[in-house]
């Protein structure tokens, strides 16, 4: 089996493939500018020691200081940061924000940790980290088993060290440590934007206006999305944690699987509807399937099983690029993560703005910001992808390198113009 950073690179071939783009951007882009591999030895409650392995990688800074989360899973492996910060790059050239695009993962079972030992891995993440990021030159968000708890350790930590108040060194923070309203439900919300946008695109989905969903995964992402979809009169028939999907083909009650989730952590907890396996979500009879949790989901084993008309990526990579023909040929669309879950990321820019001159934006600012954005760079995948007959990911992914071609060529090379970090 090949890496996952060489699948990835295999999707950003096609779109070279296919459009005319300078081949020094292809070189730019076939390896990370710079991988760091830690240990970060922690102190855990009963008093033992444990290692635990992390990394953060800087894939490309053509258009500015690299950008990224930092996820808590005890699946993380170097090649997976380094492919999810391929992915930031694309992400961030095709929403036109002037980042680059990095990554940061911890390999640890998030739910096994105590807070104090939670608390502990990220300040020791920081410590190791420390001369890496910065506000001008690598910025860390939230990921997956990550939130505004672990960031405001992070910036506490980043202070300590730098001796200095940086809060644009980190986005995804408490309001009250600087953070930006409308942050938390930025990529659930995007995506629905995203969706809503591409509808008349992807045809007939259904039977009624009101689409069936099946929403893998309802952590930050799934579950804001879920909402903003529900207030919009959409029906969720089926859902997963990692322990349980719940389905009901009359609709799910949102609100009171929220208040479980909360309450409980689990949608293990709620009572009164049909329950199965985790894995069930995916094949779930409905409209549109939401790939809402961890990557490589969608793969060889079940490509062909699924029940859906649409897929929507608000997860990074869920589906491994050698399925990407068979869904196409099943008739099945995709709307690609770098676009679906760009949500996230642009209300980080706008919180990073806003760190930095120490305003704060009114929620409905932060909202026009996150509209106003997507739906650009949604149309502009829309005609691309009309243009040259091709699907929303590789337009999407060409759009992209577009921008970022742009900015290699206006770099110049004069004086070379290469990886000035
Ligand atoms: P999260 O930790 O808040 O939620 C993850 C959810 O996935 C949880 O409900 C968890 O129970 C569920 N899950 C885990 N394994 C599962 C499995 N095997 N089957 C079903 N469900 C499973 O994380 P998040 O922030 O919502 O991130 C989810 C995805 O969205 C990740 O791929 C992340 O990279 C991507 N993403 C998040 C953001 C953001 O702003 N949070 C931005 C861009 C992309």
């Not at 990550?146 to 060290?161: C, N, P, S």
Request: hydrophobic content about 40%; overall charge negative; proline content about 3%.
């Amino acid at each position: 089996m090949g890496s996952q950073l060489s699948s990835a690179r295999a999707r950003v071939k096609r779109a070279f493939d296919l459009i005319d783009f300078n081949p020094e951007l292809q070189q730019e882009l076939a390896y990370p500018m710079e991988t760091l591999s830690l240990n970060l030895p922690t102190r855990m409650d009963d008093g033992s020691r444990r290692d635990f392995k992390a990394w953060r990688c800087r894939y490309n800074s053509t258009l500015g200081p690299t950008k990224g989360g930092i996820r808590f899973h005890d699946t993380v492996t170097a090649d997976e940061v380094q492919t999810l910060a391929l992915l930031m790059t694309l992400k961030c050239a095709l929403v036109r924000l002037p980042f680059g695009g990095a990554k940061g993962g911890v390999c640890v079972d998030a739910k096994q940790l105590s807070i104090a030992e939670k608390e502990r891995i990220a300040r020791e993440y920081v410590r190791r980290a420390v001369s890496f990021i910065g506000p001008d030159k690598d910025i860390p968000a939230p990921d997956v088993a990550t939130g505004e708890q672990e960031m405001a350790w992070m910036v506490d930590e980043y202070g300590r060290l730098s001796q200095q108040q940086r809060p644009d060194t980190f986005t995804g923070k408490p309001i009250a440590l600087g953070g930006s309203f409308g942050r938390t439900a930025a990529t659930g919300k995007g995506g629905f934007i995203a969706l809503q946008q591409l509808l008349e695109y992807l045809g007939d989905l259904g039977e009624s206006d009101a689409l069936r969903l099946a929403v893998q995964g309802f952590g930050n992402a799934g579950r804001h999305f879920v909402e903003a979809a529900v207030a919009a009169g959409h029906q969720l028939v089926a859902v997963a944690d990692s322990q349980v999907t719940i389905s009901d083909k009359d609709g799910l009650d949102f609100e009171k699987l929220s208040k479980v989730k909360t309450e409980q952590g689990s949608l293990a907890a709620v009572e009164g509807y049909q329950s199965d396996d985790a894995s069930a979500v995916l094949t779930a009879d409905c409209d549109v399937l939401v790939l809402a949790a961890l990557g490589d989901v969608i793969n060889a084993d079940n490509a062909d099983q699924l029940n859906c008309r649409a897929i929507v990526e608000l997860a990074n990579g869920p589906i491994v690029p050698a399925v990407d023909e068979m869904l196409i040929d099943n008739g099945i669309e995709v709307i690609p993560d770098i676009l679906a879950n760009a949500g996230g990321v642009i209300v980080s820019h706008a919180e990073w703005c806003q760190s930095r001159v120490g305003l704060r934006w009114s929620e409905s600012r932060v909202d026009s910001y996150l509209i106003d954005t997507l739906e650009d760079a949604g149309e502009r995948v829309l005609s691309r992808a009309r243009e040259h007959d091709i699907d929303l990911r590789t337009a999407a992914i060409a759009e992209a390198l577009s921008h970022l071609c742009a900015g290699l060529v206006a770099h110049g090379t004069e004086e070379d113009y290469i990886s000035q970090g």
